[in-house]
Structure formats: structure tokens, C-alpha cells
């Protein structure tokens, strides 16, 4: 049996979330049905995350097992016939047995984007977050450095968060303008069910002016949801990229598997 992996994209918008759930339309039944077409087996993919309602993909990543002998260079054009516009196979490659696409990865990149102009940009509308009101950028980048690390975001994640603890480790957080657009990109090795919309909801509130850039670390330190800001709105978020390293490569000792991985619902 083959373990093949594969890199897709989508527009969350009709999406009721990536994982297969009892109501609405879902991004993995979606895909699951495209190979269930083209096979013939019933399988249930295996994702790096998993995207909430109206969140979008770049770089979404899932691994299945299969005993078909499809070429693996045809898959990403078989299965893309199969799928709605919406959802695009980008690549698709074979990895040991052993891997796994959430348990495996290693760094997650997600960006959040606001359309800051006067008016919204028509054909970004569906991708940015629209916040006409000035912000203050500086004070927000200010804001975003006290979250670089590892810390407990108990502060930063939606209280139904499932998971047994809520340290993680961001290695880069960046905001920058571009035009009317400004974007919010964050790199670490596990999220938060809601974790990066919590975090650009309060660093607007920072932008607005009613809080202090400092309060971002007070905030960690306080380990309460209460604390932080609103949770910003899903449409702005974007998942970038997934990154394994060598694939198949166990977790590093110091690093619990529960926090390695990025599993929306506790992902975004």
C-alpha cells in the first residue's frame, strides 16, 4: 500500500471548514469523493490542520494510504478534474509509510490580511478582512514581537480549544503594508483552535489606539481569554504554508506531539 501526500489549495468562502463534519459542505468530503471517483476505495485523508468556516489555503497538506497504481505525477490532474473550482491539487509526491501529515510537520505559516482603504477592493473582498478606520502600524508591530517565542496562549485561543495545554512557539511574526492591504504573516510549530483571528483582533484594537502595544505580553501572562481582544473574522485568514523538514522524521525529544501539531478545531 502506498502513503501518498499532496499540497492543495482552496477558497474557504463555501466552506463550512476542511473536516468532514455531519452538516455543510466540507473541503476533505470534497476531496474524499474525488479519489473515491478515481479509485474506487473509500479513504478518509489525513490533513496537516484543520481550517475553520470561511478560512482559506495556500499550502494545505494531506496524506492518504491507497493500493492504486496511479502514476503519482497523473494524480494532481485526475483528481483536479474530479474537484470543484474551488479546491485545486497543487502537487502530490509519495512519502514513507510512516508519515503523517499533522503529526509530521514542523512549522505552520498563516497570514491575515485587512484591506484598509476607504472602500473595499471588490476583487480582494472575499480574502481581506475590510477595516476602513485608521490604524496605527507601528504600535501594531510593536504589539506583534511580544508573542514571538514560547509561551501559553491560553489568552489568544477560543475557550472551547480542546487541547490538554496551550504552549506553542511562534519563530517569526511580521506585520507589513502593501498599498490598502496590510498583512499579518505568523510562523510556529503548532495553533490554536482561533488562535492567530484572536491575535489580530486585539493588535486592531492596538491600531485603533484602544490598547497599548505592551498589553500584548500582559495578556500572555494573564492566561485568559477574557484579556484579549474579539476574534477577528475568518475570510482574512489564509493558511500559507506547511513545513516537514525530512519526511517521516520523528518529533523532536523536546517538543510533545500535542504541541507539534496544528489541528484546527484546534487549527484555525
Known amino acids: 500500500m502506498r502513503n501518498i501526500c499532496a499540497k492543495v489549495s482552496y477558497d474557504g468562502t463555501h ?15 470534497e476531496i474524499e469523493k474525488a479519489i473515491q471517483h478515481l479509485t474506487g476505495e473509500s479513504i478518509i485523508i489525513t490533513a496537516s490542520g484543520r481550517t475553520d468556516a470561511g478560512v ?20 494532481a490532474i485526475a483528481l483536479n478534474t474530479r474537484l470543484p473550482r474551488d479546491i485545486v491539487i497543487l ?7 510512516g508519515f503523517h501529515a499533522r503529526r509530521s510537520a514542523k512549522r505552520k505559516t498563516y497570514r491575515y490580511s485587512i484591506d484598509s482603504g476607504k ?12 477595516h476602513p478606520t485608521p490604524l496605527n502600524i507601528d504600535d501594531m508591530k510593536e504589539g506583534l514581537r511580544y508573542i514571538i517565542g514560547r509561551h501559553d496562549f491560553t489568552s489568544y485561543t477560543s475557550i472551547r480549544s480542546t487541547k490538554p495545554h496551550h504552549i506553542r512557539t511562534i519563530y517569526e511574526a511580521e506585520l507589513e503594508q502593501e ?7 505568523i510562523t510556529g510549530n503548532g495553533f490554536l483552535y482561533n488562535m492567530v483571528r ?34 477577528a473574522m475568518p475570510h482574512g ?5 506547511v513545513e516537514y523538514g525530512e519526511y517521516g522524521e520523528p518529533l523532536p525529544p523536546d517538543l510533545p506531539e500535542d504541541e507539534a501539531d496544528c489541528d484546527e478545531q484546534d487549527d484555525e
Open 119 to 130: 472602500f473595499p477592493d471588490v476583487f480582494q473582498r472575499a480574502y481581506r478582512f475590510h
Open 198 to 231: 484572536v491575535i489580530m483582533g486585539t493588535l486592531l484594537q492596538i491600531g485603533e489606539g484602544k490598547r497599548k502595544p505592551e498589553e500584548m505580553g500582559a495578556i500572555l501572562e494573564g492566561r485568559s481569554r477574557a484579556l484579549a481582544g474579539p476574534t
Open 15 to 29: 466552506f463550512n471548514g476542511f473536516q468532514s463534519q455531519p452538516y455543510g459542505r466540507t473541503v476533505q468530503v
Open 237 to 241: 485568514l489564509m493558511l500559507v504554508e
Open 179 to 185: 498599498g490598502q492591504a496590510i498583512h499579518m504573516t
Open 56 to 75: 482559506h489555503a495556500m499550502g494545505q497538506v494531506f496524506n492518504f494510504h491507497t493500493d492504486s497504481s496511479i502514476p503519482t505525477e497523473r494524480w
Open 91 to 97: 502537487e502530490v509526491w509519495d512519502v514513507p509509510d
